[in-house]
Each structure stands twice: as C-alpha cells, then as structure tokens.
C-alpha cells in the first residue's frame, strides 16, 4: 500500500488549516440551505464560481434543504440518476436541469 507524501511540519499546518477552511465553506452553505436563504439555482451558481463549494457532495446539499431529509434526498437522486457519492461538480447538464425543476 502506498505511503503518503511526507510533509514538512508547515506544509503539514498549511494542508490542515486549508482543510478546516473548506469545511466551514461547506458548513455556512449548507446552513443558508437549510435556512431557505439559498435556493438549488443559488448553490449551483455559487458551485461554479467556488471550487471548495464544487466539491461538497450532492446528498449533503440535498439533505440540508428544507422538506427534504436524507431518505427524500437520497430518493430524488436515485430517480433522477445520481451516484450517491456524486459532488457538484460532476453533475452533468441533464442532471442539474432535472434537479432544479424537481425543486423549483
């Protein structure tokens, strides 16, 4: 099995807080989803223009909408074709288009 790369104690430091920046990124989006602040259009557009945001993964932006926990959220995805462990970014054209009318 490979071993990771080894890092210097301040590559090492730069990586975590790089890290902790993400998921906070992803924690304050996910809030303003579950508050109704920002809509499916909203998040793919912050999406594109974030690439920290493009990462999160499809079923958490779901699941933090409101009227939709993780069984509805995991539903939606299954009838309208996306893997379960799919980010933003990866969505296609279809799929974005076919999320956005289900939750317009």
């Known amino acids: 099995m490979p071993q990771p790369p080894k890092l210097t104690p301040e590559q090492r430091t730069a990586a975590l807080a790089k890290a902790a920046q993400a998921r906070r990124a992803r924690a304050e989006l996910k809030e303003l989803l579950r508050t109704g602040s920002v809509d ?21 932006a779901l699941a933090a909408m409101p009227g939709l926990g993780k069984v509805k959220a995991n539903r939606l995805m299954e009838e309208h074709g996306i893997a379960e462990n799919r ?14 009318e289900a939750l317009s």
């Open 40 to 60: 499916v259009h909203e998040l793919f557009r912050r999406a594109d223009a974030d690439e920290v945001l493009a990462g999160m993964k499809v079923f958490a």
């Open 87 to 100: 980010r933003i970014r990866g969505l296609g054209a279809r799929q974005r288009q076919s999320l956005i």
